[in-house]
């Protein structure tokens, strides 16, 4: 089983920065690829961005191009999602996701496996 753990989300003012992780247990990281998805209160959730299992494709929704970035450290089975010019949109509870096929892509289907969620919060 493939356990994922996030961290990093919190309180800030719009326009600040935040960097959440999420540790993967397993041997394999390195074949998986991997996800941020968020759901905002009332909301259903979404794709954020995802990153292929090399870190050679990277994949972001329109709404937060240009101002977040998916990134993975496979020598410590991590993957970091850099969030910047935060916009009070941007909060929700943010979901690391993983998919075994090592495609990680912008549809939720395939990924096997969830982490817990960290809330971000985005004041005015």
């Known amino acids: 089983q493939v356990q994922l753990v996030e961290s990093g989300g919190g309180l800030v003012q719009a326009g600040g920065s935040l960097r959440l992780s999420c540790a993967a247990s397993?041997?394999?990281?390195?074949?998986?690829?991997m996800g941020w998805f968020r759901q905002a209160p009332g909301k259903e959730r979404e794709f954020v961005a995802a990153?292929?299992?090399?870190?050679?494709?990277?994949y972001y929704a329109d709404s937060v191009k240009g101002r977040f970035t998916i990134s993975r450290d496979n020598a410590k089975n991590t993957v970091y999602l850099q969030m910047n010019s935060l916009k009070p949109e941007d909060t929700a509870v943010y979901y690391c996701?993983?998919?075994?096929?090592?495609?990680?892509?912008?549809?939720?289907?395939?990924?096997?496996?969830w982490g817990q969620g960290t809330q971000v919060t985005v004041s005015s």
């Open positions: 996701a993983a998919d075994l096929k090592g495609y990680g892509g912008s549809s939720a289907g395939p990924y096997n496996y």
């Open positions: 397993g041997r394999t990281f390195s074949s998986y690829g």
């Open positions: 990153i292929s299992r090399s870190g050679g494709n990277t």
